[in-house]
T-cell receptor, first 117, second 108 residues
């Protein structure tokens, strides 16, 4: 199994530019999560999908952030326009079924390290 | 929302030493998991343990749900155990909330 695949691994962009982060979940997983990790706020859930449908986007910081999941094998997180305070590691994760059930482990990608200058 | 507090925030050990990491949470939960983030940033699930005790090699975890805490034990620590250990909890019909983590450094 290839695991959760994220791209790009690293991105440096200028303030005001559009950033698109991509994620391919593990095949067969019906839940997909986007997390953001910063030193100040730790790991925060931004949004999650179930069967490609956004369920809870209350963690999305503001309208500059948007996420889509057009099919079961692909999701994007877009920031437009980007700001220096968006610099963080963005993780995508997936699970088969709700993580509240024993054995339904959540698997994380290696993260996309974003720096906005 | 639910609060998750981990202690200690930082820990330095000599190789071979044992350690205990603690996670306190503010409300009843349906799910508690421990994760290890290695120095390269990869997050790996260690235990799913909403209650009781589990062991996996040198690691074990105990959750006392009625008292709202969980402990992660690392025995005979190795340099490869270095990284950040996160506790994450979940209430019913909710999603995982992560603590701030315990940063562990095991020196040879």
């Amino acid at each position: 199994d290839a695991g959760v695949i994220q791209s790009p691994r690293h991105e440096v962009t200028e303030m005001g530019q559009e950033v698109t982060l991509r994620c391919k979940p593990i095949s067969g997983h019906d839940y997909l999560f986007w997390y953001r990790q910063t030193m100040m706020r730790g790991l925060e859930l931004l949004i999650y999908f179930n069967n490609n449908v956004p369920i809870d986007d209350s963690g999305m910081p503001e309208d500059r952030f948007s996420a889509k999941m057009p099919n079961a094998s692909f999701s994007t997180l877009k920031i437009q326009p980007s700001e220096p305070r968006d610099s963080a590691v963005y993780f995508c994760a997936s699970s088969r079924g709700t993580t509240q059930t024993s054995g339904n482990t959540i698997y994380f990608g290696e993260g996309s390290w974003l720096t906005v200058v | 929302g639910i609060q998750v507090e981990q202690s200690p925030p930082d820990l330095i050990l000599q190789e071979g030493a044992n350690s205990t990491l603690r996670c306190n949470f503010s409300d009843s939960v349906n799910n508690l998991q421990w994760f290890h983030q290695n120095p390269w940033g990869q997050l790996i699930n260690l235990f799913y343990i909403p209650s009781g005790t589990k062991q996996n090699g040198r690691l074990s975890a105990t959750t006392v749900a009625t008292e709202r805490y969980s402990l992660l034990y690392i025995s005979s620590s190795q340099t490869t155990d270095s990284g950040v250990y996160f506790c994450a909890v979940e209430r019913i019909y909710s999603t995982l909330t992560f603590g701030k983590g315990t940063m562990l450094l095991v020196s040879p």
